[in-house]
């Protein structure tokens, strides 16, 4: 989606007063496409492994002659303890930092393209091979296909059993915590389709797509906002690490402020940093935390045993009202549709309210209302009055709140040309 805002952006002719304004503001449109919201929980956790694959073998071993799952902590409370533990899948194992690249993948389809379209996230979509390997950066070859199935089924494959650490929030904002010692998983399951599709001269080439079926509580959680937001660019192509990835999507639900600070051991835990050795475990810290210097997500770190103290590049301002992702991807869409028709960068802001409080099929039908009548060489007034002005006139006949004023004069044209 970003190509796309540049691409509108170089073909429009801005005056010298109006440039660095509205580059500000297609730069923000920039900014919120290339962004993705991974659920809350998932990112504060250690359920991805991100250490050695020694190590990760040795746990599964462990569990596997143990027959139960393993435990990651247990904390005391007034009212007992709360635990967090996971059973892997039996054929795959523990869920690995390369597992969850997969789902941030699967994450940002859902986000930019079912969502939009549909209002809310459904239970169950299907999304090809092909599309989660453009979104990860990988090419579209066989093993590639391989990997990204594998990686769906561990992490459908794998059950996180919790008591007093996941959160939901409801509608209102409000959160409660999941009490049940219940088996959580993030995809409920994944199911592999396969279907021919005609080339050239009768030859049929295999098509491979993969049904997903998310969690209740998945779903509340991204509906509901309980989310962090992270750049997709930075962890999908600039963060080769499994634990600079993991230190970073932790990071960003605190960078509301320039400095912050964890706990080491929390630190610890969340990579999976098995080595008893203090030195190891600092070898082990600031290399993970290095390539989020370099690549200007942090600005520097101050490491200690007891805590590492943090401070940002960037300072990510927090609003007192929480935005849907799905909702802001589908709104961005809709006012870019209005601009490859329309043009008027200048109108962008006007743009954006009618993307946001006119119906889809109003707006597609003014739009195509419009392209007709300028082939036919009838617009007289300005392409975004008239459109405008459609789009109000086709509010009022449906009974719709219009969010905006029109002008009287382009109304008149309107009005001669014969509204349908």
Same mark, same amino acid.
């Given at each position: 989606?970003?190509?796309?805002?540049?691409?509108?952006?170089?073909?429009?002719?801005?005056?010298?007063?109006?440039?660095?304004?509205?580059?500000?503001?297609?730069?923000?449109?920039?900014?919120?496409?290339?962004?993705?919201?991974?659920?809350?929980?998932?990112?504060?956790?250690?359920?991805?492994?991100?250490?050695?694959?020694?190590?990760?073998?040795?746990?599964?071993?462990?569990?596997?002659?143990?027959?139960?799952?393993?435990?990651?902590?247990?904390?005391?409370?007034?009212?007992?303890?709360?635990?967090?533990?996971? !059973?892997?899948?039996?054929?795959?194992?523990?869920?690995?930092?390369?597992? +969850?690249?997969?789902?941030?993948?699967?994450?940002?389809?859902?986000?930019?393209?079912?969502?939009?379209?549909?209002?809310?996230?459904?239970?169950?979509?299907?999304?090809?091979?092909?599309?989660?390997?453009?979104?990860?950066?990988?090419?579209?070859?066989?093993?590639?296909?391989?990997?990204?199935?594998?990686?769906?089924?561990?992490?459908?494959?794998? +059950?996180?059993?919790?008591?007093?650490?996941?959160?939901?929030?409801?509608?209102?904002?409000?959160?409660?915590?999941?009490?049940?010692?219940?088996?959580?998983?993030?995809?409920?399951?994944?199911?592999?389709?396969?279907?021919?599709? *005609?080339?050239?001269?009768?030859?049929?080439?295999?098509?491979?797509?993969?049904?997903?079926?998310?969690?209740?509580?998945?779903?509340?959680?991204?509906?509901?906002?309980?989310?962090?937001?992270?750049?997709?660019?930075?962890?999908?192509?600039?963060?080769?690490?499994?634990?600079?990835?993991?230190?970073?999507?932790?990071?960003?639900?605190?960078?509301?402020?320039?400095?912050?600070?964890? *706990?080491?051991?929390?630190?610890?835990?969340?990579?999976?940093?098995?080595?008893?050795?203090?030195?190891?475990?600092?070898? !082990?810290?600031?290399?993970?935390?290095? =390539?989020?210097?370099?690549?200007?997500?942090?600005?520097?770190?101050?490491?200690?045993?007891?805590?590492?103290?943090?401070?940002?590049?960037?300072?990510?301002?927090?609003?007192?009202?929480?935005?849907?992702?799905?909702?802001?991807?589908?709104?961005?869409?809709?006012?870019?549709?209005?601009?490859?028709?329309?043009?008027?960068?200048?109108?962008?802001?006007?743009?954006?309210?009618?993307?946001?409080?006119? =119906?889809?099929?109003?707006?597609?039908?003014? *739009?195509?209302?419009?392209?007709?009548?300028?082939?036919?060489?009838?617009?007289?007034?300005?392409?975004?009055?008239?459109?405008?002005?459609?789009?109000?006139?086709?509010?009022?006949?449906?009974?719709?709140?219009?969010?905006?004023?029109?002008?009287?004069?382009?109304?008149?044209?309107?009005?001669?040309?014969?509204?349908?």
């Amino acid at each position: 989606m970003a190509e796309r805002i540049r691409d509108i952006l170089s073909t429009m002719k801005l005056s010298p007063q109006e440039s660095p304004k509205q580059n500000l503001e297609i730069e923000s449109l920039i900014k919120e496409s290339e962004s993705l919201w991974l659920e809350r929980n998932i990112e504060k956790y250690p359920i991805y492994f991100t250490g050695s694959e020694k190590a990760k073998q040795e746990i599964e071993k462990k569990i596997v002659e143990s027959k139960e799952p393993f435990v990651i902590t247990k904390r005391q409370t007034e009212n007992g303890y709360k635990m967090l533990a996971l !059973s892997p899948s039996a054929a795959y194992g523990l869920i690995d930092g390369d597992d +969850a690249k997969v789902v941030a993948g699967v994450f940002s389809f859902l986000q930019e393209e079912i969502r939009p379209k549909l209002g809310y996230y459904p239970e169950k979509f299907m999304i090809s091979l092909k599309e989660i390997c453009e979104r990860l950066y990988m090419e579209k070859t066989g093993p590639n296909y391989k990997f990204i199935v594998r990686a769906l089924r561990t992490v459908s494959g794998c +059950a996180i059993l919790q008591t007093d650490f996941f959160e939901t929030r409801t509608k209102k904002g409000k959160k409660s915590c999941i009490l049940t010692e219940k088996e959580l998983r993030i995809l409920s399951s994944v199911e592999i389709r396969k279907k021919d599709r *005609l080339i050239d001269k009768g030859l049929k080439n295999k098509e491979y797509s993969i049904e997903i079926k998310l969690e209740d509580w998945i779903i509340q959680n991204l509906e509901n906002y309980f989310s962090t937001k992270i750049d997709k660019e930075l962890y999908f192509k600039k963060l080769d690490s499994q634990r600079a990835r993991r230190l970073y999507t932790r990071l960003c639900s605190e960078n509301f402020r320039k400095e912050t600070e964890l *706990l080491t051991p929390e630190i610890v835990e969340l990579l999976w940093i098995t080595d008893g050795d203090s030195r190891n475990r600092k070898k !082990s810290i600031t290399r993970a935390l290095d =390539p989020l210097v370099e690549t200007g997500f942090l600005e520097s770190y101050t490491f200690d045993w007891d805590k590492i103290a943090f401070v940002f590049s960037k300072v990510r301002q927090q609003k007192n009202v929480i935005l849907d992702p799905g909702e802001k991807t589908r709104i961005d869409s809709i006012t870019l549709r209005i601009l490859e028709v329309i043009g008027g960068i200048q109108s962008e802001r006007l743009f954006r309210k009618i993307a946001q409080g006119v =119906p889809e099929d109003v707006v597609s039908l003014c *739009l195509s209302q419009v392209k007709e009548l300028s082939h036919e060489g009838k617009i007289k007034e300005s392409m975004v009055g008239y459109f405008v002005t459609l789009i109000a006139k086709e509010c009022e006949k449906r009974g719709l709140k219009v969010p905006f004023k029109r002008k009287e004069n382009t109304l008149k044209q309107v009005e001669k040309d014969g509204y349908r």
